[in-house]
């Protein structure tokens, strides 16, 4: 780096875990290594990869680009893990390694931290490149959500927070800890979660990630082709409502929304995913609905009414889906093709 341009400047470590993504990574690594803010290293952590991943890194001849092997597969988040360990910044982005930045991203995230000081967190709006094409970013300003207010948001909207785009002060993951690995697809979900509920967070306004949807993605794997990312999350959300204790109360609105929200998600990948979940039981799936189900307390009339209707729901959901080409016609019907998220 140019030290003169990077002197007084926070060191940034942009880290890519990968595994088997030798067509991948080399896009993400060549948006790492353009960034225009100088103080950065790039480390590419590759978790026991059998392609030509190496060959794809030592193609890019730059003293800021780091690269280190796993002598064994850590799992997704264990590598997660293993990429904080290594990198030797006070800011950290995990950018994952089927993504890609634009060239001003880290100096715009890294201008919100100093002029933001009480931000540990941020993350930023994303171009989802997939089944339905290239979805653009969404516009509009930054916002700063101070806690709890980042946790209820998280719990209201699902997809606030793009995992990729996220970078974060070193020392909140020491404080927080490390990525769960009890769960395999959604441990980000409980991080964030973790991290809102003490610490400010924020969404960067004026850049964004780009983000690659596919049958290549872990999302993919375990949305798609098995039951456990809906495992995942139901007992990550069982497990928020234990560490809230006598606070839950506070956020009853919130997780009633991310449960409720929850079931329908069951709901939905029983009846269009069927076929890429092989033996799997349509019942299955309605008993991990009905895990979510049990822990919604609704607040008023209506919402108690509303809560038996989902039980109706889930409970006719095992022989209504079953039903041939529903899955398909639901689709059609929103517009969308079998391997959208």
């Not at 003169?4 to 990968?18: D, H, N």
């Not at 101070?146 to 927070?161: C, H, N, Q």
Request: charged share 20%; glycine share 8%.
């Amino acid at each position: 780096m140019n030290r003169e341009k990077s002197r007084g400047l926070p060191l940034v470590s942009i880290c890519i875990p990968t595994y088997n993504r030798a067509d991948m990574v080399g896009d993400a690594i060549a948006s790492a290594l353009a960034q225009t803010y100088p103080a950065l290293e790039a480390v590419v952590v590759d978790n026991a990869s059998t392609d030509r991943t190496a060959e794809v890194v030592a193609s890019f001849p730059d003293p800021r680009l780091r690269f280190v092997r796993n002598e064994q597969n850590l799992g997704l988040f264990g590598n997660f893990n293993r990429c904080i360990e290594l990198a030797r910044g006070s800011l950290i982005h995990i950018l994952h390694s089927d993504d890609t930045i634009p060239p001003g991203f880290t100096r715009t995230c890294v201008d919100f931290f100093l002029a933001h000081p009480e931000v540990t967190m941020t993350f930023t709006h994303a171009i989802t490149e997939g089944a339905e094409g290239i979805q653009p970013a969404a516009g509009g300003e930054g916002c700063i959500y101070p806690p709890p207010e980042g946790f209820r948001a998280i719990l209201r909207d699902r997809g606030l927070v793009a995992c990729t785009s996220v970078m974060v002060r070193k020392e909140v993951y020491a404080e927080i800890g490390p990525f769960s690995p009890e769960y395999p697809y959604s441990s980000d979900l409980y991080q964030w979660l973790k991290l809102a509920r003490r610490h400010a967070i924020a969404l960067v306004g004026g850049t964004y990630v780009s983000y690659r949807q596919g049958t290549h993605t872990e999302s993919y794997r375990l949305l798609f082709e098995s039951p456990q990312g809906y495992q995942d999350t139901a007992r990550i959300l069982a497990r928020v409502i234990e560490e809230l204790g006598g606070e839950r109360p506070t956020f009853t609105p919130e997780l009633n929304t991310a449960l409720t929200r929850f079931v329908g998600d069951c709901l939905y990948a029983m009846c269009t995913r069927r076929k890429q979940m092989q033996g799997v039981q349509p019942g299955f799936l309605a008993g991990v609905a009905r895990s979510g189900w049990a822990l919604i307390r609704p607040l008023s009339l209506p919402e108690r009414i509303g809560k038996a209707a989902l039980l109706i729901a889930i409970l006719i959901s095992p022989f209504f889906c079953s039903i041939p080409g529903l899955g398909k016609a639901i689709l059609a019907l929103q517009g969308r093709r079998e391997i959208s998220y």
